[in-house]
T-cell receptor, first 114, second 117 residues
Framework: QQQVKQSPQSLIVQKGGISIINCAYE??????FPWYQQFPGKGPALLIA?????SEKKEGRFTISFNKSAKQFSLHIMDSQPGDSATYFC?????????????FGTGTQLKVEL | GAVVSQHPSWVICKSGTSVKIECRSL??????MFWYRQFPKQSLMLMAT?????????EQGVEKDKFLINHASLTLSTLTVTSAHPEDSSFYIC?????????????FGDGTRLSIL
Protein backbone atom coordinates (compact mmCIF):
# COMPACT_ATOMS: atom_id res chain seq x y z
CA GLN A 1 0.00 0.00 0.00
CA GLN A 2 1.55 3.24 -1.15
CA GLN A 3 1.31 5.82 1.57
CA VAL A 4 2.52 8.87 -0.35
CA LYS A 5 1.03 9.67 -3.74
CA GLN A 6 2.83 12.13 -6.00
CA SER A 7 1.73 13.93 -9.15
CA PRO A 8 2.37 14.68 -11.91
CA GLN A 9 4.71 11.95 -13.09
CA SER A 10 6.39 14.38 -15.45
CA LEU A 11 6.28 18.13 -15.95
CA ILE A 12 7.55 20.51 -18.58
CA VAL A 13 7.84 24.18 -17.65
CA GLN A 14 9.17 27.16 -19.52
CA LYS A 15 12.14 29.01 -18.10
CA GLY A 16 10.96 31.58 -15.60
CA GLY A 17 7.71 29.77 -14.94
CA ILE A 18 6.41 28.14 -11.77
CA SER A 19 6.76 24.39 -11.29
CA ILE A 20 4.22 22.78 -8.98
CA ILE A 21 4.40 19.23 -7.69
CA ASN A 22 1.77 17.75 -5.42
CA CYS A 23 1.80 14.99 -2.84
CA ALA A 24 -0.84 13.40 -0.68
CA TYR A 25 -0.37 11.12 2.28
CA GLU A 26 -2.57 8.73 4.19
CA UNK A 27 -0.86 8.17 7.53
CA UNK A 28 -1.76 10.97 9.94
CA UNK A 29 1.16 9.96 12.16
CA UNK A 30 3.62 11.39 9.65
CA UNK A 31 5.22 14.51 11.11
CA UNK A 32 8.08 15.36 8.77
CA PHE A 33 7.76 16.08 5.07
CA PRO A 34 10.95 16.64 3.04
CA TRP A 35 11.44 17.19 -0.66
CA TYR A 36 14.46 15.75 -2.44
CA GLN A 37 16.02 16.60 -5.79
CA GLN A 38 17.82 13.89 -7.73
CA PHE A 39 19.98 14.25 -10.82
CA PRO A 40 20.74 11.21 -13.03
CA GLY A 41 23.34 8.92 -11.48
CA LYS A 42 23.34 10.80 -8.18
CA GLY A 43 21.74 10.33 -4.80
CA PRO A 44 18.83 12.50 -3.67
CA ALA A 45 19.68 15.87 -2.14
CA LEU A 46 17.48 17.47 0.50
CA LEU A 47 15.84 20.63 -0.86
CA ILE A 48 13.44 21.77 1.80
CA ALA A 49 11.33 20.19 4.53
CA UNK A 50 8.30 21.09 6.63
CA UNK A 51 6.56 19.92 9.78
CA UNK A 52 2.76 19.94 10.28
CA UNK A 53 2.75 22.88 12.66
CA UNK A 54 3.26 25.36 9.80
CA SER A 55 1.33 25.81 6.56
CA GLU A 56 4.12 27.19 4.43
CA LYS A 57 7.90 27.30 4.31
CA LYS A 58 10.01 29.19 1.84
CA GLU A 59 13.69 28.87 1.07
CA GLY A 60 14.87 30.92 -1.86
CA ARG A 61 12.90 29.90 -4.96
CA PHE A 62 11.47 26.80 -3.26
CA THR A 63 8.26 26.86 -1.24
CA ILE A 64 6.38 24.07 0.49
CA SER A 65 2.67 24.52 1.07
CA PHE A 66 1.13 22.18 3.62
CA ASN A 67 -2.55 21.41 4.17
CA LYS A 68 -2.91 19.22 7.24
CA SER A 69 -6.68 18.75 7.01
CA ALA A 70 -6.46 17.62 3.40
CA LYS A 71 -3.30 15.59 4.06
CA GLN A 72 -1.61 17.23 1.12
CA PHE A 73 1.58 19.16 0.53
CA SER A 74 3.15 20.68 -2.52
CA LEU A 75 6.43 22.05 -3.80
CA HIS A 76 6.51 25.27 -5.76
CA ILE A 77 9.62 26.23 -7.70
CA MET A 78 9.50 29.89 -8.65
CA ASP A 79 11.38 31.31 -11.63
CA SER A 80 12.22 27.79 -12.81
CA GLN A 81 15.61 27.41 -14.50
CA PRO A 82 17.04 24.76 -16.85
CA GLY A 83 19.35 23.73 -13.99
CA ASP A 84 16.28 22.73 -12.02
CA SER A 85 15.62 19.93 -14.51
CA ALA A 86 15.77 16.82 -12.33
CA THR A 87 13.58 14.28 -10.61
CA TYR A 88 11.83 15.46 -7.47
CA PHE A 89 10.64 13.20 -4.69
CA CYS A 90 8.38 14.08 -1.83
CA UNK A 91 8.66 11.97 1.30
CA UNK A 92 7.16 11.57 4.73
CA UNK A 93 8.33 10.10 7.99
CA UNK A 94 7.49 9.77 11.66
CA UNK A 95 10.11 11.11 14.00
CA UNK A 96 8.47 9.45 16.96
CA UNK A 97 7.94 5.71 16.86
CA UNK A 98 8.59 5.47 13.16
CA UNK A 99 12.34 5.17 13.28
CA UNK A 100 12.59 8.13 10.94
CA UNK A 101 12.05 5.85 7.98
CA UNK A 102 11.22 7.85 4.88
CA UNK A 103 8.33 6.84 2.66
CA PHE A 104 8.93 8.29 -0.79
CA GLY A 105 6.50 9.40 -3.43
CA THR A 106 6.84 8.02 -6.95
CA GLY A 107 8.80 11.00 -8.24
CA THR A 108 8.25 13.79 -10.76
CA GLN A 109 10.56 14.29 -13.68
CA LEU A 110 10.82 18.03 -14.25
CA LYS A 111 12.15 19.54 -17.45
CA VAL A 112 12.61 23.28 -17.70
CA GLU A 113 12.82 24.46 -21.28
CA LEU A 114 14.45 27.63 -22.57
CA GLY B 1 28.38 19.81 6.25
CA ALA B 2 26.45 16.52 6.41
CA VAL B 3 28.37 14.72 3.67
CA VAL B 4 27.76 11.05 3.02
CA SER B 5 30.28 9.21 0.88
CA GLN B 6 29.49 5.95 -0.87
CA HIS B 7 32.00 3.63 -2.46
CA PRO B 8 32.32 2.29 -5.07
CA SER B 9 30.21 4.41 -7.38
CA TRP B 10 30.05 1.72 -10.03
CA VAL B 11 30.80 -1.98 -9.96
CA ILE B 12 30.49 -4.70 -12.58
CA CYS B 13 30.99 -8.30 -11.57
CA LYS B 14 30.21 -11.85 -12.57
CA SER B 15 27.20 -13.72 -11.37
CA GLY B 16 27.82 -15.60 -8.14
CA THR B 17 30.32 -13.18 -6.65
CA SER B 18 29.75 -11.06 -3.54
CA VAL B 19 29.98 -7.30 -3.62
CA LYS B 20 30.55 -4.95 -0.69
CA ILE B 21 29.36 -1.34 -0.73
CA GLU B 22 30.56 1.18 1.86
CA CYS B 23 28.67 4.15 3.23
CA ARG B 24 30.50 6.72 5.32
CA SER B 25 29.36 9.85 7.10
CA LEU B 26 32.31 12.20 6.67
CA UNK B 27 31.56 15.05 9.04
CA UNK B 28 29.02 13.76 11.51
CA UNK B 29 28.29 10.70 13.57
CA UNK B 30 25.49 8.64 12.13
CA UNK B 31 23.69 6.52 14.67
CA UNK B 32 21.32 5.35 11.97
CA MET B 33 21.95 4.56 8.33
CA PHE B 34 19.48 3.43 5.73
CA TRP B 35 19.94 1.37 2.58
CA TYR B 36 17.74 1.88 -0.45
CA ARG B 37 17.40 0.31 -3.84
CA GLN B 38 16.28 2.21 -6.90
CA PHE B 39 15.37 0.82 -10.32
CA PRO B 40 15.49 3.09 -13.40
CA LYS B 41 12.85 5.80 -13.39
CA GLN B 42 11.42 4.51 -10.13
CA SER B 43 11.34 5.69 -6.57
CA LEU B 44 13.62 4.69 -3.72
CA MET B 45 12.63 1.54 -1.89
CA LEU B 46 13.91 1.13 1.65
CA MET B 47 15.72 -2.16 2.13
CA ALA B 48 16.91 -1.93 5.72
CA THR B 49 17.66 0.32 8.65
CA UNK B 50 21.06 0.02 10.24
CA UNK B 51 21.78 1.14 13.79
CA UNK B 52 25.32 1.33 15.09
CA UNK B 53 26.22 -1.66 17.23
CA UNK B 54 23.03 -3.62 16.62
CA UNK B 55 21.49 -5.85 13.99
CA UNK B 56 19.90 -4.25 10.98
CA UNK B 57 16.14 -4.18 10.58
CA UNK B 58 15.04 -5.38 7.16
CA GLU B 59 11.90 -4.36 5.31
CA GLN B 60 9.37 -6.98 4.35
CA GLY B 61 10.47 -8.98 1.34
CA VAL B 62 14.17 -8.17 1.65
CA GLU B 63 16.34 -11.25 2.20
CA LYS B 64 18.67 -10.56 5.11
CA ASP B 65 20.95 -13.44 4.14
CA LYS B 66 21.24 -11.99 0.66
CA PHE B 67 21.88 -8.43 1.70
CA LEU B 68 24.23 -8.39 4.70
CA ILE B 69 24.47 -5.12 6.57
CA ASN B 70 27.12 -4.18 9.11
CA HIS B 71 27.18 -0.90 11.03
CA ALA B 72 30.34 -1.31 13.07
CA SER B 73 31.04 2.35 13.79
CA LEU B 74 29.26 5.68 13.94
CA THR B 75 30.65 6.64 10.55
CA LEU B 76 30.56 3.44 8.53
CA SER B 77 27.93 1.00 7.34
CA THR B 78 28.45 -1.67 4.72
CA LEU B 79 26.06 -3.57 2.48
CA THR B 80 27.24 -6.87 1.05
CA VAL B 81 25.27 -8.41 -1.78
CA THR B 82 26.06 -12.10 -1.47
CA SER B 83 26.13 -14.47 -4.45
CA ALA B 84 24.89 -11.70 -6.70
CA HIS B 85 22.79 -12.51 -9.76
CA PRO B 86 21.64 -10.36 -12.69
CA GLU B 87 18.33 -9.59 -10.95
CA ASP B 88 20.33 -7.89 -8.19
CA SER B 89 21.55 -5.29 -10.67
CA SER B 90 20.30 -1.93 -9.47
CA PHE B 91 21.23 1.44 -8.02
CA TYR B 92 21.93 1.12 -4.29
CA ILE B 93 21.84 4.27 -2.18
CA CYS B 94 22.62 4.80 1.47
CA UNK B 95 21.62 7.61 3.76
CA UNK B 96 22.68 8.66 7.21
CA UNK B 97 21.25 10.70 10.01
CA UNK B 98 22.43 11.95 13.37
CA UNK B 99 21.32 11.00 16.87
CA UNK B 100 17.69 10.05 17.45
CA UNK B 101 15.53 12.88 18.69
CA UNK B 102 17.69 15.59 17.22
CA UNK B 103 15.32 16.03 14.26
CA UNK B 104 18.18 15.52 11.87
CA UNK B 105 17.24 14.85 8.24
CA UNK B 106 18.60 11.99 6.19
CA UNK B 107 21.56 12.82 3.96
CA PHE B 108 22.18 10.60 0.99
CA GLY B 109 25.26 9.25 -0.68
CA ASP B 110 25.66 9.37 -4.44
CA GLY B 111 24.74 5.74 -4.88
CA THR B 112 26.41 2.64 -6.27
CA ARG B 113 25.50 1.31 -9.68
CA LEU B 114 25.72 -2.48 -9.48
CA SER B 115 25.75 -4.50 -12.69
CA ILE B 116 25.86 -8.28 -12.51
CA LEU B 117 26.83 -10.06 -15.71
Amino acid sequence: QQQVKQSPQSLIVQKGGISIINCAYENTAFDYFPWYQQFPGKGPALLIAIRPDVSEKKEGRFTISFNKSAKQFSLHIMDSQPGDSATYFCAASMDTGGGNKLTFGTGTQLKVEL
Amino acid sequence: GAVVSQHPSWVICKSGTSVKIECRSLDFQATTMFWYRQFPKQSLMLMATSNEGSKATYEQGVEKDKFLINHASLTLSTLTVTSAHPEDSSFYICSARGPTGSNQPQHFGDGTRLSIL
